[in-house]
């Protein structure tokens, strides 16, 4: 048997190799490394897939937050609503601007921002809300735009783990993770469902203007070439990068129905086992797991981890502090406590490993492996 990955990047690429190689040697011969054609070709193909109206690649998933909260025309002091168990990048660009974050708890069972803590973080200051569509599938989108209209907020969504997750309002209009707020931001990491060879990053937005102030921002504030009519920054995806998502895109509908499979198998290994639960699928929208987390009960998640990892098994813990808990965030006040929530979550969740390329013997033994830590 193969060794166990997290992610099995290697198997994956040796799968495409034929049409990524070609894309990158086309990249090298026409030398056009920087916004050549494949850029604009990826994000109108990109646009096409999510139902996007606008695309706006950039550098990374962090960048394409910052610059969504550039042009959203936040000023410094004004807060931003943001879940406390979620990958940092959200809140450090909150920082970055001078801006403040209002943390909320997430809930236990989708792991997803909580809309009934909504209400009570609202304040005069508060101008958005960034919903993290955590481990891939979509927060309730439907109570969150809602409560964004009625209180005249904007709301980025973070869409770096759940590109292609599909989320259903109550007249039955579907939309994609990303395409539902003021503007969606995503990372091409390559663990990320959609991952290139490096980094990179997009923005979504559906609004024409606004479309055009992302890309100037991502380009120095300049819509002609050296007349600056904002501060901007350099945000760019690279042209090989582009070239390899092109590929990987028409991939990936296959790759979140192998991530779907692998899930469903550890759902039914684990139904009513008393140690390990399963995570649950949220009520109106798609699953692309980009992790499959559960949550360890009754015995100690990291001594599970340590022998997992003893018998060749990776797992991850996203994510052991949560953010209000992080020494980098102490300065806005808030204490143990405050978050009982995602502070329990961060004690209980491990990441498995869940991969496109994940073989059935591979995952048998992880099955087995874990449950038989439970009969030791
Ligand atoms: C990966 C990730 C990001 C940041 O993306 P980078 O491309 O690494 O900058 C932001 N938010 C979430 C939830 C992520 O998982």
């Given at each position: 048997m193969a060794s166990i990955q997290?992610?099995?990047?290697?198997?994956?690429?040796e799968q495409i190799k034929a049409e990524v190689d070609q894309a990158i040697q086309q990249v090298l011969d026409t030398t056009a490394f920087i916004n050549g054609p494949d850029v604009k070709a990826f994000s109108a193909e990109l646009a096409d897939y999510t139902g996007a109206r606008f695309v706006i690649p950039c550098a990374n998933g962090t960048d394409a937050l910052q610059i969504a909260m550039m042009a959203l025309g936040f000023q410094p002091g004004d807060e931003i609503i943001v879940p406390t168990f979620t990958y940092v990048a959200t809140v450090e660009v909150i920082a970055l601007l001078g801006l403040k974050p209002k943390f909320v708890d997430v809930l236990p069972d989708t792991y997803e921002l909580d809309p009934k803590a909504l209400e009570e973080s609202m304040g005069p200051r508060v101008v958005g809300i960034v919903p993290v569509h955590l481990y891939g599938q979509c927060s309730n989108m439907e109570f969150i735009l809602d409560f964004a209209r009625k209180n005249n907020l904007k709301v980025i969504e973070?869409?770096?783990?759940?590109?292609?997750?599909?989320?259903?309002f109550s007249d039955g209009?579907?939309?994609q993770a990303g395409t539902m707020g003021d503007v969606g931001t995503t990372s091409f990491f390559p663990s990320k469902n959609l991952g290139c060879y490096?980094?990179?990053g997009a923005m979504f937005t559906n609004d024409p203007v606004?479309?055009?102030?992302?890309r100037m921002i991502a380009n120095h504030g300049q819509k002609k070439k050296y007349y600056h009519d904002s501060i901007g920054v350099n945000s760019r995806l690279d042209t090989l990068q582009a070239a390899i998502l092109r590929v990987k895109l028409r991939h990936l509908d296959r790759y979140s129905a192998s991530r779907n499979e692998v899930a469903d198998r550890y759902d039914k290994a684990f139904v009513n086992h008393p140690n390990i639960k399963t995570p649950k699928r949220a009520a109106n929208s798609t699953h692309v797991f980009h992790q499959?987390?559960?949550q360890v009960e009754g015995a100690s998640r990291d001594e599970l981890k340590a022998y997992l990892q003893e018998n060749g098994v990776p797992t991850m813990v996203y994510y052991p502090v949560p953010l209000h808990r992080q020494n980098a965030y102490l300065e806005y006040g808030y204490s143990e406590g405050d978050f009982p929530i995602a502070e329990s979550l961060c004690n209980k969740v491990l990441s498995l490993p869940i991969h496109t390329e994940m073989k059935s013997e591979q995952q048998d033994f992880i099955i087995n492996t874990i449950k038989f830590f439970f009969t030791k």
């Open positions: 997290m992610v099995d990047l290697r198997a994956q690429y973070d869409t770096a783990q759940a590109i292609g997750a599909v989320y259903t209009r579907k939309a490096g980094d990179g606004f479309a055009e102030t992302l499959y987390t559960v």
